[in-house]
């Protein structure tokens, strides 16, 4: 059997009284492209936030290619290097350009030379087909550019996993195709992924498997044709018949 | 030389004394709050609904208000109010201070006006009120209520400025404190008990206030 | 007119040397209450505890005091404890312990308004609480600081003129001077408030232009009212 990149193990987490991660448990392994799908408030956000520990949790462990994280122990300012994360509302950084949002991990953390980190953020820049907006500052930029900027700020960092929080939902219409585009190339070229998002096109086409999430919980998991196809539970039967909505109307789009 | 010997204990024998100018500072403070506020909301009006040539007058007066040290005003109302008219210490007092904080208060009341939504005023208008009618109906008391944070703060500022009244040998706290210095010699403690009776008088002030805020809050 | 005039040139020497006092005050009071009041944001936005506490204590007791109490306790005070400050330093050390308060809450009021996104996506590449505000939270933060920031730099030029109260020889202290030589109040106060209108106009648009000079380009086009 392979070696999970990241293992979550029995997670609980609540805001006060309030459940939002029950009993948790998932491994993604190496290549892997996980979606997370389910109803909102059902901690599809603060699952990915836990995994990089920017959320704590309450109980249950989280192990990275192997090794547990105690955050008592283990540096997780290093543990994030190798984690991406790319935020529903970007977050680039504001007062940088494009080149220096994607420049400054790699100078001010992993203490690289300028002239490699120059070099690197360009690459990076270029693999989200940015290169020639390097010079513009988030407020220039559209919101799928800001997001493809954002990729590309976690992808110089080398991480091992890219965790995507909803990256398209902050985004009109028009803008969404190009990044997942990003993100399917991405995923063809290997790049291990947890993807919280409805879009069904990229789940359909990138996602190895599918986890429907409810409260707190996996209700459901398997591959996108058995779970499309196939629901077992009413309650993932039901979400689905709301996503289809939309995703038949999109369909009719493109037939048109 | 220990600030707790017999002259300390004289000086808190003085707060009796002292206590008595709180009825000269607060009355300086309330007067100079009320004219500059009645100046700022003219001003603020001007310059919001105000004839280009309005506008342009009422932003130079509050620029060079706001430019002028409490003291240059203080002293030339003075001079002008002694050559002129006999004005009396507490007025020229209140004057200045309401004149120099006139100028604030029109920022903060502007900001105010200028933050009810134009879509208030139309809806106003769409039933059919007047401008006089849309204003103080409508967007005043909207903007009033924004404004309670800011004029708190500059209602602070000019409780604490009401203390250079004592230049002009009004016996408003401060100038009893220097009285009861000169008597005691104990400066120290003197200025550290007048300065935690500006403390309370400003903490009452600005909760109270607060207080308002939340009672005059509209829910939601 | 002419005679203004002639008053005018014949005291402006006087002016001269009171108005490089002011500025030399503002100066210093400026810069110690900047260095006061930054670390006193970062303390009471970031920090826990009684450090926490104390430095809400001391931004709480200074706002809430008259400024010419802080200056004669300074002045008048500490020399009863035997600390004896002479009149120039004593000014600077009260007005910049009344500026670093005010200067405290506008910095961490900016702090405060750079959204928490900024922090976390810091965070999320591996930085470190510190290297966050560092390069994150803060070269932001003191962009958004420079109206407020420009507005105490007003006051405290404003209030050097109390330091004429404990003799130090600024603008309103040769003010005084020349009127109780010339006996003409009103002249001579209209020409020393003059200087203040336009030293602060010349001030004012000094800092407006460095706000330009640092805005991020498309972002906060004009915070302003």
Redesign the interface.
């Known amino acids: 059997m392979t070696k999970s990149i990241v293992s979550i193990r029995n997670l609980h987490k609540s805001y006060g009284k309030v459940p939002v991660l029950n009993d948790f448990s998932l491994d993604v392994y190496p290549n892997e492209v996980v979606v997370v799908i389910g109803p909102s408030g059902t901690g599809k956000s603060t699952l990915l936030r836990c995994i990089n520990y920017l959320t704590p949790f309450d109980s249950g462990e989280i192990h990275l290619d192997g090794q547990k994280i105690d955050p008592r122990k283990t540096n997780l300012n290093h543990v994030r290097q190798q984690i991406g994360m790319v935020f529903q509302d970007f977050n680039l950084f504001n007062h940088m350009s494009a080149f220096h949002n994607v420049a400054v991990g790699l100078v001010k953390v992993k203490r690289v030379n300028r002239g490699e980190a120059r070099s690197r953020a360009l690459d990076e820049l270029e693999r989200v087909g940015m290169l020639q907006y390097k010079d513009q500052y988030p407020a220039e930029l559209s919101g799928g550019q800001k997001q493809r900027v954002a990729i590309a700020r976690a992808l110089a960092m080398n991480p091992k996993i890219m965790l995507f929080d909803e990256p398209t939902s902050a985004l009109d219409p028009e803008l969404i195709e190009e990044v997942l585009a990003v993100m399917k190339s991405l995923a063809a070229a290997g790049m291990t992924m947890v993807v919280v998002s409805h879009e069904m096109s990229f789940a359909r086409e990138a996602a190895d498997r599918i986890v429907f999430m409810d409260q707190g919980a996996i209700a459901e998991m398997g591959s996108p044709s058995e779970l499309f196809a196939n629901p077992h539970k009413e309650r993932t039967r039901q979400f689905l018949s709301k996503l289809g909505y939309r995703e038949n109307e999109r369909k009719d789009e493109s037939d048109g | 030389?220990s600030?707790f010997d017999d002259r300390a204990a004289e000086v808190l024998q003085s707060l009796p004394y002292l206590l008595q100018g709180l009825g000269v500072t607060i009355s300086v403070t309330l007067l100079a709050l009320l004219l500059g506020g009645l100046i700022g909301l003219m001003g603020a009006l001007a310059r919001v609904y105000g004839a280009a040539p309005l506008r342009a007058a009422a932003a130079a007066y509050s620029r060079?208000i706001?430019?002028?040290?409490?003291?240059?005003?203080l002293?030339?109302l003075y001079?002008?109010g002694s050559?002129i008219y006999e004005m009396s210490v507490f007025t020229s007092m209140v004057l200045a201070l309401g004149i120099h904080t006139s100028a604030y208060q029109e920022?903060i009341f502007?900001?105010g006006i200028?933050s009810i939504e134009r879509g208030q005023s139309e809806a106003a208008a769409a039933i059919g009120m007047t401008p006089f009618q849309n204003f103080f109906t409508i967007v005043l008391p909207q903007a009033l209520r924004r404004c309670i944070p800011y004029w708190g703060n500059e209602a602070?500022i000019v409780l604490?400025?009401s203390?250079?009244a004592?230049?002009l040998g009004l016996t408003e706290l401060?100038r009893r404190g220097q009285y009861v210095?000169s008597r005691t010699h104990?400066?120290?403690l003197t200025?550290?008990i007048?300065?935690l009776i500006?403390?309370i008088l400003?903490?009452v002030l600005t909760r109270g206030l607060s207080y308002m805020e939340k009672r005059v809050k509209i829910p939601g | 007119m002419d005679d203004q005039w002639a008053f005018f040139l014949r005291i402006l020497p006087e002016l001269w040397e009171g108005l490089k006092m002011s500025m030399y005050l503002s100066v210093g009071a400026l810069s110690l209450g900047l260095v006061i009041g930054l670390p006193l944001a970062l303390v009471k936005t970031y920090g826990h505890g009684v450090l926490r506490f104390v430095v809400t204590a001391y931004i709480e007791v200074v706002r809430g005091t008259p400024m010419v109490v802080q200056l004669f306790m300074v002045y008048f005070g500490l020399p009863e404890l035997g600390i004896v400050i002479d009149r120039v330093p004593a000014a600077i050390i009260a007005l910049a312990v009344n500026s670093s308060a005010y200067q405290a809450e506008y910095f961490r009021g900016a702090i405060l308004s750079v959204s928490e996104g900024q922090y976390a996506a810091g965070r999320a590449i591996g930085m470190s609480q510190g290297q966050a505000v560092l390069h994150i939270i803060l070269p932001q933060a003191l962009r958004i600081v420079i109206p407020p920031w420009s507005n105490e730099m007003v006051y405290m030029v404003k209030y050097t003129s109390i330091a004429f109260l404990i003799a130090v020889p600024e603008l309103m202290a040769q003010g005084q001077v020349i009127i109780t030589r010339t006996f003409r109040p009103m002249e001579t106060l209209f020409w020393v408030g003059l200087l203040y209108v336009i030293v602060l106009a010349i001030l004012s648009q000094i800092v407006d232009w460095i706000e330009t000079r640092v805005r991020i380009p498309g972002y906060q086009s004009d915070r302003r009212g």
């Open positions: 030389m600030i060079t706001r430019s002028l040290p409490l003291l240059v005003i002293f030339f001079f002008l050559d920022g502007r900001a200028q602070a604490k400025d203390s250079l004592y230049v401060m210095i104990q400066a120290f200025y550290l007048i300065g500006y403390l400003t903490l």
